[in-house]
C-alpha cells in the first residue's frame, strides 16, 4: 500500500494520476476532516487522521507535506518508519541527508514535482541512494510518471531543476499574462486576448513535445524584415536571455539556501 503523509494539492494530483492509472492501494492521512471526506469520496482512497496510522499500513509513504512541517513530522513518525519501508519526500529544500539523519531505513528518495502534474503533464525528477532494488524504484517511478514524465538525476542538480522545472510554469505564466496585457493595450478584449495567448502557448508546446527543437520553430516562424523578427528584435535589445538567466540564477540561489 502505498501512503501520503498531508493531503493538498500535490497529493492529490498524485493520487488522481495513480488511481487513473489503476493503482488503488492508497491511504492518505490528512488533519483536515473535509479534506479526508472529499479525497475519500472522490477517489476511493482510505484516510485516517493519524500519521502514524499511514505509516504503519503502508511499505512506500510520501512526505507530502511542507518544508517547515517536515522536522516535526520526522519526529513523530521515525519510530514507525522500518528498514523495509521506502519514503519518498516531495518537499523543496528538505536533503537526502536530512531525511537520512532522521529515519531508519535507508530507501530514501527526493523528487521535485511541478504544478503541472495538476494536469497530468507534470516533470518529476527523482534523487536516490544506490539501495534500491529495480523493482521498489520502479514503483515510485511509476506512481510519478502517473501525472507526466519522469528524469533521476543526481542530488546536487536538484537547486537547477528547482529553477528551471519547479519555478518555471510561473516564469511562463508571468510572461503569458504580459502578453495578455500587451494585446488588450493592442485593442483586443481580454477574453480574446486570453484565448489567443493561451492556445497558442498549447500549440508551441505541442510542436516542441513533438520533437521540434525551440530554435527551429522560432526560426521557422521569423521570415527577415518580418513582424515577427521586429518583436525578437526588441526581445534581444532589452536582453531577455540576460534576464531569464538572472531569474533563475536567483531561483536557484534561493532553493540552496531553504536546503539548509
Known amino acids: 500500500m502505498t501512503g ?14 495513480m488511481v487513473s492509472h489503476g493503482m ?31 505509516v504503519k499500513s503502508c511499505r512506500i509513504i510520501i512526505l507530502a507535506v511542507k518544508p517547515q512541517q517536515m522536522a516535526a513530522v520526522l519526529d513523530e513518525i521515525k519510530d514507525y518508519v522500518t528498514e523495509d519501508k521506502a519514503v519518498v519526500s516531495i518537499a523543496a529544500g528538505i536533503t537526502l541527508s536530512f531525511l537520512q539523519s532522521r529515519l531508519s531505513t535507508k530507501k530514501i528518495v527526493r523528487v521535485m514535482p511541478n504544478v503541472c502534474a495538476l494536469a497530468g503533464e507534470g516533470m518529476s525528477v527523482i534523487s536516490l541512494c544506490e539501495c534500491f532494488s529495480d523493482k521498489d524504484i520502479g514503483i515510485i517511478r511509476d506512481i510519478f ?3 507526466g514524465k519522469v528524469l ?9 531543476v528547482t529553477a528551471l522545472s519547479g519555478s518555471g510554469p510561473a516564469f511562463i ?5 504580459a502578453m ?26 505541442a510542436l516542441i513535445d513533438g520533437g521540434m527543437p525551440p530554435r527551429r520553430l522560432r526560426e521557422m516562424v521569423t521570415s527577415p524584415g518580418g513582424t515577427t523578427a521586429e518583436g525578437l528584435k526588441v526581445f534581444n535589445e532589452k ?6 538567466a538572472e531569474a533563475m540564477e536567483a531561483a536557484e540561489k534561493r532553493a540552496r539556501e531553504l536546503a539548509k
Open 180 to 205: 495578455i496585457e500587451a494585446g488588450v493595450r493592442l485593442g483586443l478584449r481580454e477574453d480574446d486576448a486570453f484565448s489567443l495567448a493561451s492556445q497558442t502557448l498549447l500549440g508551441t508546446a
Open 173 to 177: 505564466a508571468l510572461f503569458l499574462e
Open 4 to 17: 501520503f503523509i498531508g493531503g493538498g494539492n500535490m497529493a492529490e494530483a498524485l493520487i488522481k494520476g
Open 24 to 54: 488503488r492501494d492508497i491511504m492518505v492521512s490528512e488533519p483536515r476532516e473535509e479534506r479526508r471526506d472529499y479525497l475519500k469520496k472522490t477517489y476511493g482512497v482510505k484516510t485516517s487522521a493519524s500519521n502514524l496510522d499511514t
Open 152 to 160: 533521476t538525476l543526481p542530488e546536487r542538480q536538484i537547486d537547477a
Open 239 to 244: 536582453g531577455l536571455g540576460a534576464i531569464v
Open 145 to 147: 510518471m502517473s501525472v
